[in-house]
């Protein structure tokens, strides 16, 4: 089990892994919590996979078995910049304006998205593990580009998983419930140097 990280421009290094992290994600946002985002019946693909954005993926004998992406909240994409900050001038439904406090605009803060974690992780360890990986992934990509910290809008349970796996993660935002998943969801925060306190591969 390994860690991989890239952006748009070096997933070619990596085979089809950026299309198999597409794919858990289509599994789990469309197929189980119902989330109508933009995919087809393999892949799930917004506004926000684009040339701004990095990859954190667990990758175990081939299959990807955990991953995320990372941005800039300097980023700007077309019409988008960065999803917390969309859904904060109302560009996005869904996500009320209220789960960010205000905007966020300094390239020290990098925003996270779209966690993910493959069925076939039963093991309460093995989950521990590749969470501790993605995580760590992510704070290192933020941290090689100058950024003090991390926020995403997630669910609120996540705040104990990575207070347990020594990441000092705490709410930034108020929390909400989705009616269309029935999660309860905020905005946390997190500084990137506390990667170094996660727990070592097991």
């Known amino acids: 089990m390994h860690n991989i990280t890239f952006d748009l421009s070096t997933l070619h290094e990596h085979g089809t892994a950026f299309f198999d992290y597409l794919r858990l ?40 078995l955990a991953g995320a992406r990372v941005m800039p909240t300097m980023s700007v994409w077309g019409q988008h910049t960065y999803m917390l900050r969309d859904a904060f001038q109302g560009k996005l439904g869904g996500i009320p304006d209220r789960a960010m406090p205000s905007e966020i605009v300094t390239p020290l803060v990098w925003e996270c998205t779209r966690l993910v974690l493959s069925d076939e992780l039963r093991e309460h360890t093995k989950r521990r593990r590749c969470l501790s990986m993605v995580v760590e992934g992510l704070s290192e990509i933020a941290s090689d580009h100058g950024a003090s910290e991390l926020v995403t809008l997630s669910t609120v349970s996540l705040v104990r998983a990575l207070r347990q796996l020594g990441f000092p993660a705490e709410r930034l935002g108020e929390a909400y419930r989705d009616p269309g998943d029935g999660r309860n969801y905020a905005v946390l925060k997190m500084p990137v140097a506390a990667s170094t306190h996660a727990i070592a591969a097991e």
């Open 25 to 64: 994600r289509k599994s789990f946002f469309v197929d189980t919590l119902k989330w109508d985002v933009p995919h087809n019946e393999n892949f799930e693909m917004d506004q926000y996979d684009n040339p701004t954005t990095w990859y954190s993926l667990v990758i175990e004998e081939g299959r990807v």
